[in-house]
T-cell receptor, first 114, second 110 residues
């Protein structure tokens, strides 16, 4: 079965640079979520989109923005990168029509800021 | 508010030992409960879930029962294998927001 696809899988950037992470949800899923997972930590919710509109906002820094496009893929844009942004970024997708909000996670993008 | 409290790790077991990872939750409304597993260097994989009280989720020999009276969703496996070594996250969803526990690292030694 098709899973959530994230690209790139690994990314190395320098401080103050920008980065764009992409997420392609499972086909027919209408909701996308972004999470940040620091080393040894649990995933922290950043932001979510339902039917291309922002639906919930978590601990997303003002330097970050995200959107969901007409084909339901989503992009997380990160500017003025800081060393502390180094983390694993997960995208998850779900369908509000399926059972009670199960989220399916992508493999993650590992971002390293030098 | 909504939160998940998970047994702290790390947990180290011998192969074929019995595993319990405790998880309790606080939630408004009627959450669904999940266990996710994260293998080294990989993403989160759904292990099992339960959507209402007294439901039992099971997968790959793991089980967890949604206990509303004790607000718990403990993960159990009767006989662990080396390949079960991973980090396990308990989570709940209410509305469309997920709340994760802090994760429990399990190492199974031969």
């Amino acid at each position: 079965a098709a899973g959530v696809i994230q690209s790139p899988r690994h990314l190395i950037k320098e401080k103050r640079e920008t980065a764009t992470l992409k997420c392609y949800p499972i086909p027919r899923h209408d909701t996308v979520y972004w999470y940040q997972q620091g080393p040894g930590q649990d995933p922290q919710f950043l932001i979510s989109f339902y039917e291309k509109m922002q639906s919930d906002k978590g601990s997303i820094p003002d330097r970050f923005s995200a959107q969901q496009f007409s084909d339901y893929h989503s992009e997380l844009n990160m500017s003025s990168l800081e060393l502390g942004d180094s983390a694993l970024y997960f995208c998850a997708s779900s369908s509000r029509g399926t059972s009670r909000g199960t989220q399916y996670f992508g493999p993650g993008t590992r971002l390293l800021v030098l | 508010g909504n939160s998940v409290t998970q047994m702290e790790g790390p947990v180290t077991l011998s192969e074929e030992a019995f595993l319990t990872i405790n998880c309790t939750y606080t939630a408004t409304g009627y959450p669904s409960l999940f266990w996710y597993v994260q293998y080294p260097g990989e993403g989160l994989q759904l292990l099992l879930k339960a959507t209402k009280a007294d439901d039992k989720g099971s997968n790959k020999g793991f089980e967890a029962t949604y206990r509303k009276e004790t607000t718990s969703f403990h993960l159990e496996k009767g006989s662990v294998q080396v390949s079960d070594s991973a980090v396990y996250f308990c989570a709940l969803v209410t509305g469309n927001q997920f709340y994760f526990g802090t994760g429990t690292s399990l190492t199974v030694i031969p």
